[in-house]
Structure formats: C-alpha cells, structure tokens
C-alpha cells in the first residue's frame, strides 16, 4: 500500500484542504466527477463545502459511493444526509446529482444506479474524486469483507451483521479506477492505519490512496 498521508490539527483545517483540492482539480478540467460518501466525519465536510463561492456545481456530476436500502428520508440515508448538508444548500442542476435509487427491490435500485454510471461515463467507469472513510472494523464504502472487495462487480450487494439494512455500493473495481481516491479520517481511526497494516481489513485493497486525517 503506497500510503499518501497528510495530518491536520483540526477537522476544519482537514475540511478546508479538502475544499481546496475539489478547487484545485475543477480548475485543471471542465467538468468534475466526484463520488461522496457518508458517515459522521464527512457531515462537516459538507456543511463548509456548502459555503464555499468559489466552485461552480454546473461543471460538477456528484455520485454516492455507497448507500442503505432505504428511502432518502429514511435518517439513515447517506443521500438524505449529503442532501441536507450539501445539496440543499447549494445551486447544482439536478440533473448533476446521480443518488442510488429506492426502488421496489434491492436488484432494481442496482441495476438502475448501474444504468445511471454506464450512461455518463460509458464503459469504464472512471471518477476524478472519490471522497471515502473508514469504519472501526476497517470496511470502506459497504465492503465489510475481502471477499466483497474482491468482486468485479461495477456496483454490489453487501449486507453486515454489524451493520443494519443492505447496501448497495460501488464495487472496488470502479473504486481503484478512480483518479484520486482520498480517505478522510479523524482521530479514532489513525490505529487502522499503524504498520504493519492489516490486510484482512477491505480498506487496505483501496490502491494508491491519499489519507488526510486530523488529530484533534
């Protein structure tokens, strides 16, 4: 794993970095295709992109990198949470915002959020950014297991018993496709990443990834 690590003394100054490289990349290209995911850490992330003046959402396609089985209302929704924190707040085409989908079964919201990245990227699915996490037993987007990330699968089923609802989420396939793939971490999660690494964590099958993280 070649590690990309960068510490910050604070949340804010982590969140302000992070801005800065959303800015930084729209002005090398026209249009940006970036994958958000959820949790807690990125709710301030969102909340300080949402004020930011300088970056124009026209040019930019947000995509979920992973999502519960439920209805967007639904609290535990990751798109409900980005909506509330991000997409309400700001002036983005609708048409720019690709959620995964709530349908009547699972396999149809797949397949749909399937159909939705084959259109825009084409055959290979090829995002400038993915912002991911880590949860404390090591899983990023819903991979809880090795064997979930190790699917060649576009976007898979993953369910935890761990973790409640089933969830849908791109596969590592398209995961490690990815420009730049950044991890946002606070505190809590720095031990994941002491050496050696462990390499039964699905985190660890991420290639080349950046680490920001802060310590306060």
């Known amino acids: 794993m070649n590690n990309k690590m960068k510490k910050f003394n ?8 992070s801005i800065e490289i959303i800015e930084d990349e729209l002005r090398k290209k026209k249009t940006l295709s970036i994958g958000f995911s959820g949790g807690k850490t990125p709710i301030s992330f969102f909340k300080l992109l949402s004020l930011d003046t300088n970056i124009d959402w026209s040019r930019i396609n947000v995509f979920l990198v992973d999502e519960r089985w439920v209805p967007f209302t639904h609290e535990d929704s990751n798109f409900g949470m980005i909506k ?10 609708q048409e720019n915002v690709h959620r995964i989908p709530y349908f ?36 990023t987007a819903s991979i809880f297991e090795l064997e ?17 609802h ?7 396939k398209v995961i490690n496709l990815a420009k730049r ?30 680490f920001l993280y802060y310590t306060k």
């Open 166 to 172: 089933l969830r849908i989420s791109l596969g590592m």
């Open 148 to 164: 979930e990330g190790l699917k060649d699968d576009d976007v898979i089923f993953t369910h935890s018993e761990r973790h409640p």
């Open 181 to 210: 793939k950044i991890f946002l971490l606070g505190p809590e999660k720095l031990e994941l990443l002491e050496e050696p690494l462990d390499t039964n964590l699905p985190f660890t099958l991420v290639e080349d990834p950046e």
């Open 84 to 93: 509330r924190t991000l997409f309400d707040k700001i002036s983005i085409p």
């Open 10 to 17: 604070s949340q804010e100054e982590m969140n302000k970095y």
């Open 104 to 139: 009547n079964t699972p396999k149809e919201s797949l397949l749909k959020y399937q159909k939705d990245l084959k259109k825009f990227f084409g055959t290979n699915i090829v995002f400038d950014l993915l912002f991911l996490g880590i949860g404390s037993d090591g899983h």
